[in-house]
């Protein structure tokens, strides 16, 4: 079964880049048809979808974070990972790894501040 695992820093400074991994077991990530998603959840606030890699590499970023989001693969160690710029008080949210948005990780909370 496959099974998906969030970490990085908890605390990150404002104007500086977090950098999330996401390991994933279980499974591989370049199988056919699986899609691996960041998505995100400031407090008191929805589900924001940030991004994707697909099983051929192949990113894609929501438009609104496209300017300073970036998402990559190392298939060698079978993760991906998430890297967002100039972070502001206002990124501090649960940060989630999901595959095809139907499997999700536990979570792992950001915080920026100085």
């Known amino acids: 079964q496959v099974q998906l695992q969030e970490s990085g820093p908890g605390l990150v400074k404002p104007s500086q880049t977090l950098s999330l991994t996401c390991t994933v077991s279980?499974?591989?990530?370049?199988?056919?048809?699986?899609?691996w998603s960041w998505i995100r959840q400031p407090p008191g606030k929805g589900l924001e979808w940030m991004g994707a890699?697909?099983?051929?590499?192949?990113?894609y970023v929501s438009p609104s974070l496209k300017l300073r989001t970036s998402i990559s693969t190392d298939t060698s160690k079978n993760q991906f990972t998430l890297q967002l710029n100039s972070v502001t008080p206002e990124d501090t949210a649960m940060y989630y790894c999901?595959?095809?948005?139907?499997?999700w990780g536990q979570g792992t909370q950001v915080t920026v501040s100085s």
């Open positions: 999901a595959l095809n948005v139907l499997l």
């Open positions: 279980g499974g591989s990530i370049t199988t056919n048809r699986y899609y």
């Open positions: 890699v697909a099983y051929s590499g192949n990113t």
